[in-house]
């Protein structure tokens, strides 16, 4: 089993910035991957980032390319989600999910929720424009 808490949502004027996290805990497996995905309101969820745990090899929806950085800190099993230049679009519940064993070293192939085993709870991002 793997465990993930999210902390660090809030409330953000248009233009700011938010960092994310998502502690990790439990049985992980070497080269697994940790996916951020988001649900704005009345939306279904979505794909932000993902990274290799191991190699650090990341990949971005397009919305998120230049202005979300993804990144973890092995030594304290924590994910984190850097988001600048934010705008009201990015409103949303933002989960960590995880996916143990990956068939795949390529992280771009980790897209779709349901190939992640493990979620977080989930933490409010607001943005006011």
């Known amino acids: 089993q793997v465990q993930l808490v999210e902390s660090g949502g809030g409330l953000v004027q248009a233009g700011g910035s938010l960092r994310v996290s998502c502690a990790v805990s439990?049985?992980?497996?070497?080269?697994?991957?940790l996916g951020w995905f988001r649900q704005p309101p009345g939306k279904e969820r979505e794909f932000v980032a993902a990274i290799s745990w191991s190699s650090g090899n990341t990949y971005y929806t397009e919305s998120a390319k230049g202005r979300f950085t993804i990144s973890r800190d092995n030594a304290k099993n924590t994910g984190v989600l850097q988001m600048n230049s934010l705008n009201p679009a990015d409103t949303a519940i933002y989960y960590c999910a995880a996916r143990n064993r990956p068939t795949s070293s390529d992280v771009s192939a980790y897209t779709r929720a349901y190939q992640y085993d493990y979620w977080g709870q989930g933490t409010q991002v607001t943005v006011s424009s």
């Open positions: 439990g049985r992980t497996f070497s080269g697994f991957i």
